[in-house]
């Protein structure tokens, strides 16, 4: 099971793309990746998950290395209403610390 | 109605106490997991169950244990309930055919006087 490490915290600029990385490189090779972000003391919600090709919803794109070492979640648009603690996690289901994006106006 | 129930949302409790969190399902999910949030702090696995006669241990079980009495109910039992457990818990879910997201419930916040 691979154990995640991101940056503790990050800025973004209202309107700016977010960049939010994550190094997972004992992942295994049919070990998605999932993300979730948390709302103050909300239950995280789900964002988006991948395994090799890179991947985009309503919410996000989801960029995964050649090698699945690591990805980066991508908020094209931010909003003040993205800032959260993101997280990304491997299929043992086990959050980090995660990492407090603050979106400024 | 939410698809995943935690009760109570709050509670206050003294020492030695015996407290039990209760997890409600209406997702069909066969997973589900409990975790505790420290303040400021990640998540952290306590118990998870594939299903009703599975029960696996995470990275914290001490000083807790668990109860899958259906598939849509696992409970979270203190036995004896210390303040360093004062916390916020999340019951979640997961399936197979969901892509096995987490589903969160809302959360119960312990106090432990």
Redesign the interface.
Known sequence: DAKTTQPPSMDCAEGRAANLPCNHSTISGNEYVYWYRQIHSQGPQYIIHGLKNNETNEMASLIITEDRKSSTLILPHATLRDTAVYYCIGRDMRFGAGTRLTVKP | DAD?TQTPRNRITKTGKRIMLECSQTKGHDRM?W?R?DPG?????IY?SFDVKDINK??ISDGYSVSRQAQAKFSLSLESAIPNQTA?Y?C?T?DLHS?????????S?LTVL
């Open positions: 995943v997991y975790y949030q702090l990640g998540l952290r696995l998870y995470g990275e916020l999340f979640a997961s892509g096995r997201e987490l589903f969160f419930g809302e959360g916040r």
